[in-house]
Nanobody, 113 residues
Framework: QVQPVESGGGLVQPGGSLRLSCVASGDIARYTPVYWYRQAPGNERAWVAG???????DYAASVKGRFTISRDNSKNAMSLQMNNLKPEDTAVYYC???????WGQGTQVTVSS
């Protein structure tokens, strides 16, 4: 397991955009799938986006068309571009490498007017 570090969260108005970043503590094989999750207050951590080792992406229905996941294998990093943000997107966002259960501290995203 590796230790991820998330960053880039903040306060944004509805309809705004934000880009989150995640860096792993160690080397990540290019065939390892990567994921983004989020946890809203009072809710369980939920999957929102993923990318396979071959570059195939998938998204939760609630964010499809608004969020885009990407990765940079040379930097052991991944990103989440979030557009047209909604108040219901407010949550702590976490990244995950493969099936690792080593979670970082996450980064807070707050969407409010």
């Amino acid at each position: 397991q590796v230790q991820p570090v998330e960053s880039g969260g903040g306060l944004v108005q509805p309809g705004g955009s934000l880009r989150l970043s995640c860096v792993a503590s160690g080397d990540i094989a290019r065939y390892t799938p990567v994921y983004w999750y989020r946890q809203a207050p009072g809710n369980e951590r939920a999957w929102v986006a993923g990318m396979s080792g071959s570059g195939v992406t998938d998204y939760a229905a609630s964010v499809k068309g608004r969020f885009t996941i990407s990765r940079d294998n040379s930097k052991n990093a991944m990103s989440l571009q979030m557009n047209n943000l909604k108040p219901e997107d407010t949550a702590v966002y976490y990244c995950r490498f493969g099936s690792s259960d080593s979670w970082g501290q996450g980064t807070q995203v707050t969407v409010s007017s």
